[in-house]
């Protein structure tokens, strides 16, 4: 009895702790939450992985995608996925969201499917694996990571490196056999990543959403994007985390 007592008590902590958190018209709520009228739902399992809304860098980044011009989105460290259901909820689309960690991946996937919503998920590395090419990035990562992002984003475009072709489609240049791919870190295998139509601007990307930074940080975080023409269009702050917009 005793030992029910305790996990019921456990269960209505976390239910009182992961109460619904609203970012303009994005509300994120768990699942034993009823729907909002008027809102775009974002429901997520608070037991799957980092990322349920809670975290201030989570909040103002949901505010900030939601000022970006729709498009093909990567989606760099997904955690449980709430940018890249959001994201999708808005308006994006087609939508590729990696994460190092396999739990991350698979939470993503079932988020996906529970609110009804296309996002190809994957396994990798930031500055070891390959990464889909997209217009628009949303990055919710310290600043280290941030800044390797920042380098392999700079490498594609710098003159002496390997060109990335314009194809005028697909989410990343096609290889030798028209496939596009990802490698999979826990396998060493590769992933096919699907040819959904979203369009490779020219040039790379035009809008990011850079988070998971201290206040103090969010300087250079910009700085490091600034080789790919991003300037800051907006940053908001919170218990001294921040996010930022960038733009060219």
Same mark, same amino acid.
């Given at each position: 009895?005793?030992?029910?007592?305790?996990?019921?008590?456990?269960?209505?902590?976390?239910?009182?702790?992961?109460?619904?958190? &609203? +970012?303009?018209?994005?509300?994120?709520?768990?699942?034993?939450?009823?729907? +909002?009228? #008027?809102?775009?739902?974002? &429901?997520?399992?608070? #037991?799957? +992985?980092?990322?349920?809304?809670?975290?201030?860098?989570?909040?103002?980044?949901?505010?900030?995608?939601?000022?970006?011009?729709?498009?093909?989105?990567?989606?760099?460290?997904?955690?449980?996925? &709430?940018?890249?259901?959001?994201?999708?909820?808005?308006?994006?689309?087609?939508?590729?969201?990696?994460?190092?960690?396999?739990?991350?991946?698979?939470?993503?996937?079932?988020?996906?499917?529970?609110?009804?919503?296309?996002?190809?998920?994957?396994?990798?590395?930031?500055?070891?694996?390959?990464?889909?090419?997209?217009?628009?990035?949303?990055?919710?990562?310290?600043?280290?990571?941030?800044?390797?992002?920042?380098?392999?984003?700079?490498?594609?475009?710098?003159?002496?490196?390997?060109?990335?072709?314009?194809?005028?489609?697909?989410?990343?240049?096609?290889?030798?056999?028209?496939?596009?791919?990802?490698?999979?870190?826990?396998?060493?295998?590769?992933?096919? &990543?699907?040819?959904?139509?979203?369009?490779?601007?020219?040039?790379?990307?035009?809008?990011?959403?850079?988070?998971?930074?201290?206040?103090?940080?969010?300087?250079?975080?910009?700085? +490091?994007?600034?080789?790919?023409?991003?300037?800051?269009?907006?940053?908001?702050?919170?218990?001294?985390?921040?996010?930022?917009?960038?733009?060219?």
């Amino acid at each position: 009895v005793d030992e029910q007592v305790q996990d019921d008590s456990w269960k209505q902590a976390l239910r009182d702790f992961h109460q619904p958190v &609203v +970012a303009g018209r994005i509300r994120v709520r768990p699942p034993w939450v009823a729907p +909002a009228p #008027g809102m775009l739902d974002v &429901v997520i399992d608070p #037991g799957m +992985a980092f990322g349920t809304g809670q975290h201030p860098t989570t909040r103002t980044s949901l505010e900030l995608i939601a000022e970006v011009p729709r498009g093909p989105v990567l989606d760099a460290g997904c955690g449980t996925g &709430v940018l890249s259901i959001a994201a999708a909820r808005l308006g994006f689309g087609p939508i590729v969201a990696i994460d190092h960690d396999p739990h991350a991946v698979r939470a993503t996937e079932a988020g996906g499917r529970a609110n009804m919503v296309s996002i190809d998920a994957y396994q990798a590395t930031i500055g070891k694996d390959s990464l889909p090419e997209t217009p628009i990035v949303f990055a919710n990562l310290t600043l280290e990571v941030l800044r390797t992002l920042a380098s392999v984003l700079i490498d594609r475009t710098t003159p002496g490196t390997t060109p990335v072709p314009d194809t005028g489609g697909c989410l990343a240049p096609p290889d030798d056999q028209g496939r596009q791919t990802l490698t999979n870190p826990a396998s060493d295998a590769e992933n096919t &990543v699907p040819d959904t139509g979203g369009c490779l601007a020219p040039g790379g990307v035009r809008h990011l959403v850079a988070s998971g930074l201290r206040v103090h940080e969010v300087d250079d975080a910009v700085a +490091a994007f600034a080789p790919l023409g991003l300037s800051e269009v907006r940053r908001l702050e919170e218990d001294g985390w921040a996010s930022v917009r960038m733009a060219r």
